[in-house]
């Protein structure tokens, strides 16, 4: 990856990245046993601000508590948290838009299945924000995977494990000439995209899955949902049927690494690109990050 910054925080202090490495026998290499976020960090005028960091770290608590790992992150506290993200924004003088990933691994050699008895350690890094789709809309299919149940992999949980699940149906979808796909879950109800939440609208209204529909919980999903009732538009949080795919008038995917992007087609059929309420959505979205800073920007 080209456009990765040069420094990391690993376990308790910055080095460089090519320094920052896991043994072949380390539990999150071998079981996938780490948990991670991923955070914008705006550049507005020189300075650095994270969206929404404190949700982000919350989020993370909780995969932890999902999976009953042992690290301090908890108990040591959001403030002893920022600082560190603090400490890597600055070491690599970030000076663009630009997303920072915290993991959380199991830090053990060979200590088995297991991420409680082991204790867990932190990595930062940094990278600039490129587009992860065609920013004027992407075309999608279903799946023919299932998303990963709450019984199995709790997609609540953002543990990079789960995310086998979505790399085949991402890449069965760019095999098969789509940019993305749509994960249902086993009874055939819509979840979310790949590293995305959806949202369809229909009449006005905008319809999204519900938290307990097997997703994770976006902190970008939240903010749009806060951002529609502040402007009026109702959101109906519910199970999805497959067939309203199909039916809605516009529908668009969020998240961190793409913010917001149209939904141009799904499994062939047309929706519209530039409907109103997407458009509006839209254009509040980046309003909100770039003016409105106290509302979901922490300066760092
Ligand atoms: N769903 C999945 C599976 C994801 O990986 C992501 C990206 N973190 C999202 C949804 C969107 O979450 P957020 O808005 O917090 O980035």
């Known amino acids: 990856m080209a456009n990765l910054h040069s420094k990391v925080f690993f376990r308790d202090k910055i080095i460089d990245f090519s320094e920052a490495n896991l043994s072949i026998a380390s539990s999150a290499v071998l079981y996938g046993l780490s948990t991670y976020t991923v955070f914008l960090v705006k550049n507005i005028k020189g300075n650095n601000y994270a969206f929404r960091l404190e949700d982000h770290y919350q989020r993370l608590v909780n995969s932890m508590k999902i999976l009953g790992m042992k690290s301090s992150l908890a108990s040591d506290g959001y403030k002893a948290f920022e600082s560190k993200v603090v400490k890597l924004v600055k070491a690599n003088n970030i000076h663009e838009d630009s997303l920072v990933r915290v993991v959380i691994f199991v830090d053990g050699i060979l ?13 930062i890094f940094s990278y600039s924000k490129t587009p992860m789709l ?20 709790p997609a609540r949980a953002k543990v990079s494990g789960g995310y086998v699940n979505v790399t085949l149906m991402k890449d069965e979808a760019t095999a098969s000439g789509y940019d993305d796909a ?13 590293v995305s939440n959806i949202f369809l609208v229909k009449n006005n209204k905008l319809i999204t899955p519900s938290g307990s529909s097997d997703i994770l919980e976006g902190i970008t999903r939240d903010s749009i949902i806060k951002l529609a009732e502040e402007i009026g538009i109702e959101t109906e949080l519910r199970t999805v049927d497959r067939s309203e795919l199909y039916t809605a008038d516009e529908a668009f995917l969020c998240g961190t690494s793409m913010d917001m992007v149209p939904v141009i087609s799904i499994d062939g059929r047309k929706l519209k690109t530039n409907g109103l309420i997407t458009k509006r959505l839209m254009e509040e979205f980046g309003n909100k990050i770039t003016n409105d800073l106290d509302v979901w920007l922490k300066s760092l």
Do not use: C, Q, W, Y
Request: a positive charge; aromatic letters at 2%; glycine letters at 6%.
């Open 134 to 153: 065609p920013t004027k809309g992407a075309k999608l299919m279903v799946s023919s995977f299932r998303r990963n149940s709450d019984l199995a992999i």
């Open 182 to 194: 749509i994960a249902l879950d086993s009874e055939g109800h819509v979840t979310e995209s790949t």
């Open 111 to 123: 200590s088995g299945t297991t991420a409680k008895n082991v204790p867990a350690s932190i990595a």
